[in-house]
């Protein structure tokens, strides 16, 4: 089984900035790394979240007032969907428990250093007081915690669940929302990497593996299947009823 996931086209991409700019217009929060963010943690769950619930819950009413034409709604559609199926197949988890010291997930983020957090302010897009909220992969993070409340009940942990480590990997995603040179941040690299220095290329390299791993960990918690008196019991090789996109064999038929 190859390893190397599947990429988007740089057409692609352009196209899902431009939609999402506009979208932008609707919604304030909607930008295409917020939204890569948003649509990542819907993957990252145990239950396959059905492409439209995913949508009105990462933009509302946004997507029909920006796209109301019929022949553009569609086109707009195939944008968001392209992006969307990358994601989903970065984070298949069959793939994931095939490799999982690989990192398969490609975020879509803007780039921020010294130099362009000083074009910024020189520019105006923001004080000197909120310099350091222009930091790699903030609003990335951002999107993908607020697909977590927008989508709270699926990721409520269940009773058994190692609750520690659940927090842990949600730890290495929030660090990306705190500003650069902060305490905040300076606290999160001590606590998690000791005398270890932590540069942002890693910080968003280990916050990837932690998206990765909790779509793994929500295999071992998923809500189980309640019983059914008709439902025949799934064929090794179908998918599982929990939802977790895992064949039956590798998921609650498993042993």
């Known amino acids: 089984m190859p390893l190397v996931p599947r990429q988007n086209t740089d057409a692609e991409v352009d196209a899902?900035?431009?939609l999402c700019q506009r979208l932008g217009g609707f919604d304030v929060r909607v930008s295409a790394e917020w939204a890569d963010g948003f649509l990542t943690a819907v993957h990252a769950g145990w239950r396959a979240v059905p492409f439209d619930e995913a949508l009105e819950a990462m933009c509302g009413d946004a997507f029909d007032r920006a796209c109301a034409d019929p022949e553009d709604r569609d086109r707009a559609l195939a944008v968001l969907r392209a992006r969307d199926a990358v994601l989903a197949?970065?984070?298949d988890p069959e793939w994931l428990l095939e490799a999982?010291?690989?990192l398969r997930l490609v975020p879509l983020m803007s780039p921020w250093d010294d130099e362009a957090r000083d074009e910024a302010v020189l520019r105006g897009w923001v004080t000197p007081e909120r310099r350091g909220e222009l930091a790699?992969?903030?609003v990335w993070a951002e999107g993908f915690l607020?697909?977590?409340?927008a989508f709270a009940a699926d990721w409520s942990l269940p009773p058994d669940a190692d609750a520690e480590a659940f927090g842990d990997l949600l730890a290495q995603v929030r660090a990306l929302t705190f500003d650069e040179g902060s305490a905040e941040l300076q606290a999160h690299v001590e606590q998690t990497y000791g005398e270890e220095r932590a540069d942002r290329e890693r910080l968003i390299d280990e916050a990837c593996f932690a998206v990765q791993?909790?779509?793994l960990w929500w295999l071992d918690h998923a809500p189980r299947p309640?019983?059914?008196r008709v439902?025949?019991?799934p064929g090794r090789n179908d998918p599982c009823p929990c939802g977790s996109g895992l064949k039956f064999k590798k998921c609650h038929g498993a042993g």
């Open 231 to 233: 439902a025949k019991t």
């Open 213 to 215: 791993d909790l779509r």
């Open 89 to 91: 197949d970065h984070l």
């Open 100 to 102: 999982p010291d690989s």
């Open 226 to 228: 309640g019983t059914r």
């Open 146 to 149: 607020d697909a977590l409340d």
């Open 16 to 18: 899902f900035a431009s």
């Open 136 to 138: 790699t992969g903030a």
